[in-house]
């Protein structure tokens, strides 16, 4: 069973400060989606990576996918209390075994 | 544009009862999924469909039953619900089944057994 670590699983900061989330497995995977979820609604997708070392920018959001397609990280810069939520990481071969990390928990305090 | 619509938002069941989630897409999605959040468990898949009139186990099938019931539509019933199931539970859906696509996600259904 492919399983995904995120780390750390809770984080809380003052706005204007960085941050980096990591998601990490001993597999490979094809494609790797980071998700954002607010309290009472369904997660939205925020990016898909599916080339090892590949390096996708969203705003402040920086995402990479790890040369060996085992590993991602989030980094958000200057972080708003926009940002607050649970960031969730997904891998897969496919989406019928999309496999989800339990979440990291960011609250930004104005 | 609803996207993915799902009822009901709030259930209370009994042990033992009986309740189906409701699931629509308006996205002309082949791809549909339920999956169930727990504090500490992440997402984890209950059933998914790759096509109409198709259905497959995830990884948490026991105690649910699904029906594929047209393109649109994709249910999800607790026969003899049990504390256990008392969870959030998402429909999905998807364009294709390839990896890599966007999983559109309804807002939730907050289920409690008691």
């Known amino acids: 069973t492919q399983l995904l670590e995120q780390s750390p699983q809770f984080l809380s900061i003052q706005e204007g400060e960085n941050l980096t989330v990591y998601c990490n497995s001993s597999?490979?995977?094809?494609?790797l989606q980071w998700y954002r979820q607010e309290p009472g609604e369904g997660p939205v997708l925020l990016v898909t990576?599916?080339?090892?070392?590949e390096v996708k920018k969203l705003k402040r959001l920086t995402f990479q996918f790890g040369d060996a397609r085992k590993d991602s990280s989030l980094h958000i810069t200057a972080a708003q209390p926009g940002d607050t939520g649970l960031y969730l990481c997904a891998g897969g071969p496919g989406s019928e075994k999309l496999v989800f990390g339990k979440g990291m928990k960011l609250t930004v305090n104005p | 544009n609803a996207g993915v619509t799902q009822t009901p938002k709030f259930q209370v069941l009994k042990t033992g009862q009986s309740m189906t989630l409701q699931c629509a897409q308006d996205?002309?999605?082949?791809?549909m999924y339920w999956y169930r959040q727990d504090p500490g468990m992440g997402l984890r898949l209950i059933y998914y469909s790759a096509s109409e009139g198709t259905t497959d186990k995830g990884e948490v099938p026991n105690g649910y039953n699904v029906s594929r019931l047209n393109k649109r539509e994709f249910s999800l019933r607790l026969e003899s619900a049990a504390p256990s199931q008392t969870s959030v539970y998402f429909c999905a859906s998807e364009k294709g089944q390839g990896g890599g696509n966007t999983i559109y996600f309804g807002e939730g259904s907050w289920l409690t057994v008691v």
């Open positions: 597999s490979v995977f094809s494609s």
């Open positions: 996205m002309n999605h082949n791809s």
């Open positions: 990576v599916v080339t090892g070392g």
